[in-house]
């Protein structure tokens, strides 16, 4: 099995979080969980795809991952190789011609996305030698895409990182922060981010929860949930439950905590990710 994270060029850091390929050969029928992350995602299935309980289908050979607002289950079987690009919150907004809410909790074929050039860096991926090829199509790819439209972030990077810094600002400040009334601060967010604000910033707090289990693995609930930012641990175990279908606890006696989003490059060079290989 090989997992690898890759991350951008500096051009690139604003709207790609890191690339990431995946290969593995299951001998038999595997069922892995997957969780939202807050991010979408274009990815790339170069053998057997994948069965996706999230769209009760196999996934397209390729194609863009909308924000998803709960947990799935993915049915791995025989050859897999997966590419995929992790983009930014804000960052999908820079390279899709239209509105984010649109791929929300789908995944969406890029021939159904009616752009050339995206359809031309499919079959690229799909004829590339090797997985770093890949990756160094994808990036000619978005440098290309990001000349031509010279996107402008404007407040959402701000918004994203006040979110980060502090799960619990409210909506309403966050709206007051961009100068802008809260409805239409909605709108535009759920526009250009492909989710709501309460719901992305409750994502991006689970998120954060397993990034701090991830760094120190044992922890009382109700510590837990003050540390990240809950109300208490009721509070956190109802996140828990419709993120991940589990309570912590349960969890973590099946899965070693990992954070898609808050990516610990020291801890995933660990003995408990010996598997993963980070450039």
Request: with cysteine.
């Amino acid at each position: 099995m090989e997992f690898k994270i890759i991350y951008p060029l500096p051009t690139l850091a604003p709207f790609v979080k890191y690339y990431w390929v995946f290969e593995r050969n299951y001998l038999v029928p595997t069922i892995e969980r997957g969780i939202p992350i807050g991010c979408m995602q274009l990815v790339f299935h170069r053998k057997n795809r994948v069965f996706s309980t999230a769209i009760s289908d196999f996934q397209p050979k390729a194609f863009i991952e909308g924000q998803m607002s709960s947990y799935w289950d993915l049915h791995y079987e025989g050859e897999n190789e997966t590419i995929a690009v992790t983009l930014t919150p804000h960052g999908a907004q820079a390279f899709l011609g239209t509105s984010m809410v649109e791929f929300y909790n789908k995944n969406i074929p890029i021939e159904c996305v009616a752009d050339k050039q995206l359809s031309e860096l499919q079959q690229a991926i799909l004829d590339a030698d090797d997985k770093m090829e890949c990756i160094a199509v994808i990036e000619r790819h978005l440098l290309k895409r990001l000349a031509q439209l010279n996107p402008d972030l404007g407040s959402d990077e701000y918004t994203i990182q006040q979110i980060e810094s502090n799960s619990s600002t409210s909506i309403k400040q966050l709206s007051n922060i961009s100068n802008i009334c809260y409805k239409q601060f909605n709108r535009r967010f759920v526009n250009n981010i492909g989710i709501n604000p309460k719901y992305l910033t409750r994502i991006i707090r689970f998120q954060k929860t397993l990034s701090v289990l991830q760094n120190r693995g044992s922890y009382n609930l109700t510590e837990l949930a003050f540390k990240c930012g809950y109300y208490d641990a009721s509070h956190i175990l109802k996140d828990f439950r419709e993120f991940s279908g589990y309570t912590p606890n349960e969890y973590m006696s099946m899965y070693n905590p990992f954070s898609d989003y808050f990516l610990q490059k020291e801890l995933i060079q660990n003995k408990a990710y010996d598997q993963t290989r980070i450039d």
